[in-house]
């Protein structure tokens, strides 16, 4: 079992639509979670990143976390075909081998917002 | 302006070649590190450095080989390439090494097709 895992869709929407991506973890030492956005044959890039249970909200974006349930959610309000693209759920870990901080990644959702 | 750069973008060789792939920063970041991403787009970490100091690796084939000659620049060598190889290899760097959740800047990557 990865530690952090994601359906990888494709996830297929319209314009305009509510968007809801998930992430599922198994360690719950894990305190921090981000977002990463990837384009097609792009690098990944920060999107939003939180600590604590709760909402965060930036622009059209909320990052929702549930420690309970080790579940974290992304939701995109009025989704726009530019947020098609593959989006990944990291934490950052301890390496095993020699403790410093390292990102573990869930295997990313792939989103297609339709005009 | 290019914060994150990878050379080449693409490489196509041979089972059996040794090749290696060129990363550089341009944002002043102590940290680097090489991920590979497979044909699942699931991302994990390789290896990283700070300030020219191998600091992570992550149960990688000997056939790696990382190489940093100053804190801007991130190396990697593969030598006797195998089919399992071709991927997407993407570089990144962040600030510091020991700040919790620092977030990492990702290249461009490289697509390698070993045939």
């Known amino acids: 079992q990865k530690e952090v895992e994601q359906d990888p869709g494709p996830l297929s929407v319209p314009e305009g639509a509510i968007v809801s991506l998930n992430c599922t973890y198994s360690?719950?030492?894990?305190?921090?979670f981000m977002w990463y956005r990837q384009y097609s044959r792009k690098g990944p890039e920060l999107l939003m990143y939180t600590y604590s249970s709760g909402n965060k909200e930036d622009g059209r974006f909320t990052a929702q976390v549930d420690k309970s349930s080790k579940y974290i959610s992304l939701f995109i309000r009025d989704s726009q075909p530019s947020d098609s693209a593959t989006y990944l759920c990291a934490t950052p870990w301890a390496s095993e081998n020699t403790g410093f901080q390292k990102l573990v990644f869930g295997t990313g959702t792939r989103l297609l917002v339709s005009p | 302006d290019t914060a994150v750069s990878q050379t080449p973008k693409y490489l196509v060789t041979q089972m059996g070649n040794d090749k290696s792939i060129k990363c550089e920063q341009n944002l002043g970041h102590d940290t680097m590190y090489w991920y590979k991403q497979d044909s699942k787009k699931f991302l994990k970490i390789m290896f990283s450095?700070?300030?020219?100091?191998?600091?992570i690796n992550e149960t990688v084939p000997n056939r790696f080989s990382p190489k940093s000659p100053d804190k801007a620049h991130l190396n990697l060598h593969i030598n006797s390439l195998e089919l399992g190889d071709s991927a997407v290899y993407f570089c990144a760097s962040s600030p510091k090494v020991d700040r919790v959740g620092e977030t990492q800047y990702f290249g461009p990557g490289t697509r390698l097709l070993v045939l």
């Open positions: 450095y700070n300030n020219k100091e191998l600091i």
């Open positions: 360690n719950s030492a894990f305190q921090y």
